[in-house]
């Protein structure tokens, strides 16, 4: 699996600050890794590298994520460039292929390893893209009385951010108020 997520900002915005735990890592970065901890599980093993930002925070990171088998996703997010924002997941028997933004609503191909014909599917956009069907997802369960829904259960989102504080660790990201000798200067 492949999945990147990389964008540039204005001076001032508050993913460049670091009083706000600015960098890409907690922001962007949730997208491609979310989706390979779904699509991997939980990871036997990461590795990470990360490239400080000339603010003093990170600014770039790039991972590779093992599952026990040793199937792998490698993640980018960066904050110096605007990346295509893509996913590939590759199998044995095909490759699903979400051209970007893979986190909104939008095309699909699956392409068949070999001989075979891809199969495209395009979801119309709307005016309701980015996070409208997380929000219209919370607002069912509220209505319900539910505390959590089927599609991104809270244990998924809790192995993201082990997954994720195992990246900072790697990376030595820190940020205001933490303690830890390996952090960027």
Do not use: K
């Given at each position: 699996m492949l999945a990147d997520h990389g964008e540039q900002f204005t001076a001032g915005h508050r993913i460049l600050r670091a009083d706000l735990a600015g960098g890409p890592l907690l922001d962007l970065g949730t997208y491609p890794l979310s989706l390979a901890t779904w699509v991997l599980g939980a990871p036997a093993g990461i590795t990470a590298q990360g490239q400080p930002h000339p603010a003093g925070f990170n600014g770039q990171v790039s991972a590779v994520l093992r599952d026990t088998d040793g199937n792998q996703a490698v993640i980018h997010t960066t904050l110096f460039s605007d990346t295509p924002t893509s996913a590939t997941?590759?199998?044995t028997h095909a490759t699903l292929t979400l051209p970007g933004p893979f986190y909104q609503p939008g095309d699909l191909l699956?392409?068949?390893?070999g001989e075979g014909t891809p199969l495209t599917f395009t979801e119309p956009r709307?005016?309701?893209d980015a996070l409208y069907f997380e929000a219209a997802e919370t607002?069912?369960?509220i209505s319900t009385g539910d505390r959590e829904t089927p599609l991104r259960p809270p244990a998924?989102?809790?192995t993201t951010l082990?997954?994720?504080d195992e990246i900072r660790a790697l990376c030595g990201i820190t940020f205001?108020?933490?303690d830890?000798?390996?952090a960027y200067a």
């Amino acid at each position: 699996m492949l999945a990147d997520h990389g964008e540039q900002f204005t001076a001032g915005h508050r993913i460049l600050r670091a009083d706000l735990a600015g960098g890409p890592l907690l922001d962007l970065g949730t997208y491609p890794l979310s989706l390979a901890t779904w699509v991997l599980g939980a990871p036997a093993g990461i590795t990470a590298q990360g490239q400080p930002h000339p603010a003093g925070f990170n600014g770039q990171v790039s991972a590779v994520l093992r599952d026990t088998d040793g199937n792998q996703a490698v993640i980018h997010t960066t904050l110096f460039s605007d990346t295509p924002t893509s996913a590939t997941i590759a199998g044995t028997h095909a490759t699903l292929t979400l051209p970007g933004p893979f986190y909104q609503p939008g095309d699909l191909l699956l392409t068949p390893s070999g001989e075979g014909t891809p199969l495209t599917f395009t979801e119309p956009r709307t005016a309701h893209d980015a996070l409208y069907f997380e929000a219209a997802e919370t607002a069912r369960r509220i209505s319900t009385g539910d505390r959590e829904t089927p599609l991104r259960p809270p244990a998924d989102s809790v192995t993201t951010l082990r997954a994720m504080d195992e990246i900072r660790a790697l990376c030595g990201i820190t940020f205001p108020g933490e303690d830890r000798a390996d952090a960027y200067a």
